[in-house]
């Protein structure tokens, strides 16, 4: 407990540092409130609107949460189909890029129409941003076991089912890990997008269309929103790090920590 | 560590049907490049092994030896020659171990595969362990083994395949010299007590001697066998008596002879 404070140290004193240099440059460039509220002003905000901020959080969260579980099945899914077909391979990989650079907007319109103005819509683009590197380091992870693996396997008479279960599955795992972290860093954002792009008929709209309606008239409560925000991506990073640990044992080196 | 020189008589902790023996006539294989181009690996390669014989195949580098065990193990068809082999499992030079699984557990790889279920496969491999005394290694995972237990916990996983033909590509190719030393021991133990056909491949030709009944010398590539040598010796064979060393020189006579060609 006392080694993980320590090595936690750095960034905290980090920020403190950066805090604290936020507020001095408010304080004496005199820079207006809705420009860049001080941090003393964001707490204030964030003590002030706990209630709401907090239900929105959670509808967000939710998103985020779920989203992500969307884009991993869909990310090893389609993984595992493109590595066990070659045609597939030539078939999804180019639309798979390709998805990367649709502007959500675009498709945002279509996609309430498609499934209203609740859940699903968002998931979709959570999902749509979140699999792709989920899909590149599955198909990367599963091509990566020895060249002599498959021959060894092949005269223990173990069919292609069995050759990654056994072996190509568990050997992409820690790959497949690390695209899951990539994606749960852009995961927030993606539910940014996705609630500022879809509208909602929920009592509470999220904390990415709560913190774009404060922005312009409520400043210190957009940035309290922002706040969380942060706070749960860094929390979500460091809880996959420990189911890293605990699925995939083998392929922390002892030395390469998690930053 | 126990040797199981002491005790060649005790009951084989595996079995296998198949008192087949292996066939090769003419047999040849070459490679292809991605424009077509040939590369003969074995040319015209014949050999007989009875069942129960343990067979060491030597050569120079790139001779084909390994490419004869993938035919051997079905993973490769030969171009033209006839090639009759009993199911064969092979042991590759590197152990192959899955990372995720302990030595319990990759032993056991071959009964899963095989369609046994986790615990059963488990108890079986477990046997296996307690009556080589490896059993304080079983819950390791494979970085925690040194090279030599690694190349026993992979022969381990060979002899569970129960396939009547043992291919060992160089298993002890990567060992230290002492380590090699204390496994060829050990093999020779194994081979007593766990009757199978094998075809041992190696650079070392001490060890063919040490482990097989006949030494098969092949030629630079394309390979074809060039020299078989007999070894008539009792077992356990010490690498200092005068007939190990006398056999020792002929076949890397025969080497030399090969490799020159």
């Known amino acids: 407990m006392r080694a993980a404070a320590a090595r936690g140290l750095p960034a905290v004193a980090l920020v403190l540092g950066l805090l604290a240099a936020w507020e001095l440059y408010v304080d004496i460039a005199g820079v207006e409130e809705a420009l860049l509220p001080a941090p003393h002003a964001i707490a204030q905000a964030l003590w002030d609107s706990a209630g709401l901020l907090w239900r929105n959080f959670a509808v967000t969260a939710e998103e985020v949460v779920l989203g992500l579980g969307l884009a991993l099945a869909a990310g090893l899914a389609l993984g595992v189909a493109i590595h066990l077909s070659p045609l597939l391979r030539r078939a999804v990989y180019p639309l798979a890029i390709g998805s990367q650079a649709v502007p959500i907007p675009v498709i945002g319109v279509l996609l309430v129409f498609w499934w209203g103005f609740g859940l699903l ?38 069919s292609r089912w069995q050759a990654l279960r056994f072996a190509e599955l568990p050997a992409a795992l820690p790959a497949a ?61 460091y809880a996959l790090a420990l189911a890293e640990r605990a699925l995939a044992p083998w392929s922390i080196r002892p030395r390469g920590e998690t930053p | 560590m126990p040797s199981q020189l002491q ?39 014949s050999l007989r092994a009875r069942a129960g014989e343990v067979v060491a195949l030597v050569g120079p580098s790139g001779c084909g030896k390994s490419t004869l065990l993938e035919l051997l193990c079905a993973l490769r068809t030969p171009d033209r020659g006839v090639l009759a082999c009993p199911p064969a499992v092979l042991m590759p030079q590197r152990d192959l171990l899955l990372p995720w699984l302990n030595a319990l557990d990759n032993a056991a790889l071959a009964l899963r595969i095989a369609g046994w279920r986790r615990a059963p496969a488990r108890a079986r491999a477990h046997e296996l362990f307690v009556e080589l005394g490896l059993e304080e290694f079983q819950r390791l995972r494979p970085h925690e083994l040194s090279g030599g237990m690694r190349q026993r916990v992979a022969f381990l996983r060979t002899l569970l395949a129960g396939k009547p033909v043992l291919c060992l ?34 650079h070392d030709v001490e060890e063919a001697v040490l482990l097989a009944d006949r030494v098969l010398v092949l030629s630079a590539r394309p390979g074809s066998v060039c020299a078989a040598i007999d070894v008539e010796l009792e077992r356990p064979r010490l690498r200092t008596a005068d007939r190990v060393i006398a056999l020792r020189e002929r076949a890397l006579q025969a080497l030399a002879q090969g490799s020159r060609r």
């Open chain 1, 121 to 158: 819509p968002k998931l979709v683009v959570i999902a749509l941003i979140c699999f792709f590197p989920v899909l590149v380091t599955t198909v990367d992870g599963l091509a990566a076991v020895d060249p002599d693996q498959p021959k060894l396997l092949r005269t223990l008479d173990a």
């Open chain 2, 169 to 202: 590509d160089e298993p002890f190719g990567a060992l230290d010299a002492i380590t090699r030393g204390e496994m060829q021991e050990w093999l020779a133990g194994m081979l007593a007590r766990e009757p199978r056909t094998v075809v041992l491949v190696t």
């Open chain 1, 177 to 237: 890990l690390s695209g899951a972290r990539i994606a749960l860093t852009v995961g927030v954002i993606g539910a940014f997008i996705a609630e500022t792009t879809t509208p909602t008929t929920g009592a509470y709209p999220g904390l990415g269309r709560e913190i774009v309606t404060d922005v312009n008239f409520q400043a210190p409560r957009a940035y309290a929103g922002t706040v969380m925000l942060v706070a749960f991506a860094l929390a979500c990073f």
């Open chain 2, 7 to 45: 005790s060649p008589a005790r009951a084989p902790l595996t079995q296998v049907d198949g008192g087949e023996p292996i066939v090769l006539d003419g047999v040849s294989f070459a490679y292809r490049d991605r424009r077509g181009v040939p590369l003969q690996a074995l040319a015209d390669v």
